[in-house]
């Protein structure tokens, strides 16, 4: 047994990004300035978005998104019970009512027959999440809002470098937001961005994002800016920093082979758990996609052994194997579960994984031997609480 802890996730972060932070205290200027602006230019040429809004987080990015679409009460707005927290309690937080779909079985990705199914004429947008990274189907998606006249706001946050049918997500007919959260892809310690290709709601979003002061107000204390500003609007405080930026300029030239690693970890545990009876392992998609590998989530199948979910990450605990719990679905939590007072059986496929799904170490600096260690750790568990 291995004699350290091996974490579900950590960040890849190296002298690059240490010395650029490093600067940005030096020069003075810690918070939104030139390297926020570098960042999202890069961000926004690397998945080819036409307007990127840099944020303190993927949470802001949700919550501004929403309000500039002007969600009111009454509003209904479909997304996954296989989704984090924010997902849904920003739909709550801006007068929405949250209408979830059910998700497929394989893939954990939101089924569009389902969403389908949750059309009313009270509907206004879809929030489809790329679970794990991979790319959720989204043409049928996209007719479906057409059909409906509903926007489609992707929840990016497991998606910096995921492809569909050979677009990057951030490019597509849409609004993404994406996460910098540390278990992330990549990191900017905490950020966000939101992608769209419509300009008034990119400027909508970046009024709200800092105090609805017009553009360049953060400009206002330097040399090329002017110390008088202007109120367009009541505005949120959710601005990215440069120490921030800073180190999301040396994290994202570094995707393409973090993405790399990752599949390469998971391609070791789907051969190294084929023959393993009591896990189901994730499925990929049958359209062309870059999946991104943020997570690698078997589901356990707990009929076969004789401990259920939360214990089998105790055991593996004792191993000294990290995992992380993507996702409890929605109606499971006790607030969603008073407020929306949806039962299991209209949700049978999150639910059924909800008790079942955890997620295993994968990061991009995790050696062979850590992957393997993962390997030895599941299997013993298994082998010990199989009935
Ligand atoms: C991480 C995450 C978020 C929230 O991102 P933050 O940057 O932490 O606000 C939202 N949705 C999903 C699916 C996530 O994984």
């Known amino acids: 047994m291995r004699t350290t802890f091996l974490p579900f996730s950590t960040p890849s972060l190296a ?34 978005a036409p307007f990127a809004v840099p944020l303190s987080s993927a949470t802001a990015g949700l919550h501004l998104t929403l309000l500039a679409l002007k969600i009111k009460e009454g509003d209904e707005i479909i997304t996954t019970p296989m989704t984090f927290a924010s997902t849904v309690s920003m739909i709550i937080l801006c007068g929405g009512t949250p209408v979830l779909a059910d998700i497929e079985p394989g893939t954990l990705n939101i089924d569009v027959s389902e969403v389908r199914k949750k059309i009313t004429p009270a509907t206004r947008a879809i929030i489809p999440v790329h679970f794990a990274g991979q790319s959720c189907d989204m043409d049928p998606l996209f007719a479906l809002a057409r059909e409906h006249n509903l926007t489609v706001i992707e929840d990016a946050a497991h998606a910096a470098g995921t492809e569909y049918k050979g677009r990057r997500i951030g490019s597509l007919d849409s609004i993404s937001i994406f996460s910098f959260h540390p278990n992330k892809n990549i990191t900017t310690g905490e950020g966000g961005m939101v992608c769209t290709a419509d300009e008034t709601l990119a400027e909508e979003i970046s009024l709200l994002k800092f105090h609805g002061m017009s553009r360049e107000a953060w400009k206002r204390f330097a040399a090329s800016g002017t110390p008088n500003y202007d109120i367009l609007l009541p505005g949120f ?25 990752r599949k390469e970890i998971a391609g070791f545990y789907n051969r190294e758990f084929a023959d393993v009876a009591e896990l189901a392992l994730p499925t990929y998609a049958p359209y062309e996609q870059r999946h991104a590998w943020h997570l690698y989530t078997p589901l356990v199948k707990v009929e076969k052994l004789n401990i259920d979910r939360d214990r089998f990450m105790e055991e593996l605990k004792k191993h000294n194997i990290g995992s992380g719990l993507h996702y409890k679905a929605i109606h499971h939590h006790s607030y969603y579960r008073d407020v929306l007072k949806i039962a299991d059986s209209e949700l049978p496929n999150a639910s059924y994984a909800s008790e079942r799904i955890l997620s295993l170490p994968l990061f991009p600096n995790m050696t062979d ?19």
């Open 369 to 387: 031997e850590d992957a393997a260690d993962v390997v030895a750790a599941v299997k013993e568990v298994v082998r010990l609480h199989r009935r």
């Open 237 to 261: 405080k959710y601005n990215m920093m440069d120490i921030q930026a800073a180190i999301g300029i040396h994290q994202l030239p570094k995707l393409d082979g973090f993405i790399d690693r």
């Open 15 to 48: 002298d690059a990004e240490i010395n650029e932070v490093v600067d940005s205290l030096k020069s003075g200027w810690i918070t939104t300035g030139p390297k926020v602006k570098r960042f999202e230019d890069a961000f926004r040429a690397y998945v080819g």
